[in-house]
């Protein structure tokens, strides 16, 4: 059974940052694409940021380029948002998400492309 588990969410202020995981059971993501997504209230879920299974390339939002970093640890299984430099538009819940397959280089910012998702976790930006 795959199990993509968020954590790391909570109240930042403005220019603040966060380190969000994204614990998965059930994939390996190391033969995973992976992403994250967010959804503010009354909006649509959008793309953040991409790292394809191997590792070797990453895709991000125009809005949170150069402020946010997706990593990921194979050995813990484990994927990662650093956010740095929060803004309040920045809050959302954040979701991760898993995708097999693809070429050495692929990423997607397509929700539709995704296999598996996470719960979520709220990422909360004010004074």
């Known amino acids: 059974q795959v199990q993509l588990v968020e954590s790391g969410g909570g109240l930042v202020q403005p220019g603040g940052s966060l380190r969000l995981s994204c614990a998965a059971s059930g994939l390996p993501i190391s033969r995973y694409a992976m992403g994250w997504f967010r959804q503010a209230p009354g909006k649509d879920t959008e793309f953040v940021a991409a790292i394809s299974w191997s590792g070797a390339n990453t895709d991000y939002a125009d809005s949170v380029k150069d402020r946010f970093t997706i990593s990921r640890d194979t050995a813990k299984n484990t994927l990662y948002l650093q956010m740095n430099s929060l803004k309040p538009e920045d809050t959302a819940v954040y979701y991760c998400?898993?995708?097999?397959?693809?070429?050495?280089?692929?990423?997607?910012?397509?929700?539709?492309?995704?296999?598996?998702w996470g719960q979520g976790t709220q990422v909360t930006v004010s004074s």
């Open positions: 998400a898993a995708v097999g397959g693809g070429s050495y280089y692929y990423t997607s910012s397509e929700t539709t492309d995704y296999d598996y």
